[in-house]
C-alpha cells in the first residue's frame, strides 16, 4: 500500500516523458524554418493549418465536448476530436475532464491548472506535461466515454499529431514539415493554453465570477474567441463567447457557419446580447 503512494507521489513529481517528447520535438522542428523555401502559398498552408487545429479545441475540445454548446452528428465528433488531438493537448476526454474540473473548482484545490495555485508555467504547460494528470478520473465524463472512437483517441493521442505532419511532408515536402505542421501546431499548442494561463491573470472582468477569469482582447483574437474567458466563466454553456459586437469570436462564427451548412445544430446562443454592453466592468479589476 505504501508503495503504491510512494510511486503515485513519485510519478506526480515527474514529466509525462512521452508527452514531453513529441512537443519538444515539434518545437525544435520550427528550427527548420530559416533552411527552407518561403512561399506566400505555404504561409496560408501554415495559417490554414493553425486555424484547424485551434478550433478543434476551442470549438472541439472546449464549447463541444466539455460544455455542450451546440450539438452534433457522431460522425462530425469524431472530426472535431481529431483536428483538437492534433494539437498537442491530450485526447478529447482527458482534455475536457480536466476542463470540467476547472470550472468546478475554479482557483481553488482541484483546479488542474489555475496560475493562482500553481503559478504561470504550471497553468500554461506544465499541467498538460505533468506525469500526475496522465490517468485522470473520467467520472464526469459519462457523457463520451462510451463512444469508443474518443477513448481511441484518448489511448492513441499522437496518431492526430503525427498524421498532420505526415500529411503536411507528402503534400508539400520539407517547408510543409516546417511551416504546415512544426510552426502550426507549435502555435496551435500553445494559444489555447494562453486562456488558461494569462486568461487568468491579464485582461479586465467584466462579470464579478469569484475566480480570476480575464476578457483579454489580443487573445480574443488570436484564439479565435477565447480570450473573452470571464464572459465564458459567467455563462459557461454559450456557443458565443464574445458578447458584443466588437468581442471578435472567430470560433462563434465558425459554429454559425458550420450550423448553415447542417453540420451542427442546437447551438446555444445568450438570451439578451445588447444589454451585456451596459454591464459596467466590476471595480478594481
Ligand atoms: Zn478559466
Ligand atoms: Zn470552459
Known sequence: MSQTIQSSALRARLINLGSTGVVVGVHALCLLIPFVAFSWWIAAVAAGSYVLQVLGITAGYHRYFSHHAFKTSRTFQFVLAWLGCSAMQNGPLWWASGH???HRFSDLPGDPHSPLLGGFWHAHIGWVTSGANDHPDLANMKDFTRFAELRFLDAWKWVPTIATGA???????????AWGFALATTLAFH???????????????????????????????????????????????????????????VTYYAIRVLQALHLVWGVREPRVVAVIDAVAPVPGA
Open 191 to 249: 494559444a489555447p493554453l494562453f486562456v488558461n494561463s494569462l486568461g487568468h491573470m491579464r485582461g479586465s472582468q467584466r462579470f464579478d465570477t469569484g475566480d480570476s477569469s480575464r476578457n483579454n482582447a489580443i487573445l480574443g483574437v488570436l484564439v479565435l474567441g477565447e480570450g473573452w474567458h470571464n464572459n465564458h466563466h459567467h455563462a459557461q454553456g454559450l456557443a458565443r463567447h464574445g458578447l458584443v459586437w466588437w468581442e471578435v469570436d
Open 167 to 177: 500529411i503536411c511532408t507528402v503534400a508539400w515536402g520539407l517547408p510543409g514539415l
Open 100 to 102: 470540467r474540473r476547472h
